[in-house]
Nanobody, 124 residues
Framework: VQLQASGGGLVQAGGSLRLSCAASGGSLRSYTTSWFRQAPGKEREFVAA????????AYADSVKGRYIISRDNSKNTVYLQMNSLKPEDTAVYHC??????????????????WGPGTQVTVSS
């Protein structure tokens, strides 16, 4: 499966953005799809995951209550709605897929397909 992330941009603190991860060459219903982010000088960080079968998504504590991950099967796309953005949310955001179990969703080494990232910049 090939992934393409889009929707990043520059936004003021408190604002919102919606990222999209469009897939081709395979159905996202066959994979858990997650968002990771990486800020300059920092390690790649798990943000949120949407399980292949649906069910309860997983979120990093840093974004819980502000971000919502969802999937549109008809468009083979996963979305990340980001609300109440903070300057510390600034990073390159990547989407990726895995067939790993839920306990491994936050481990980037468990992911086999990555899309190019999209830059999110939150100004104070």
């Amino acid at each position: 499966v090939q992934l393409q992330a889009s929707g990043g941009g520059l936004v003021q603190a408190g604002g919102s953005l919606r990222l999209s991860c469009a897939a081709s060459g395979g159905s996202l219903r066959s994979y858990t799809t997650s968002w990771f982010r990486q800020a300059p000088g920092k390690e790649r960080e798990f943000v949120a995951a949407f399980g292949w079968s649906g069910g309860s998504p997983a979120y990093a504590d840093s974004v819980k209550g502000r971000y919502i991950i969802s999937r549109d099967n008809s468009k083979n796309t996963v979305y990340l709605q980001m609300n109440s953005l903070k300057p510390e949310d600034t990073a390159v955001y990547h989407c990726a897929t895995t067939r790993g179990v839920r306990s491994s969703w936050n481990d980037p080494q468990m992911y086999h397909a990555w899309g190019p990232g999209t830059q999110v910049t939150v100004s104070s």
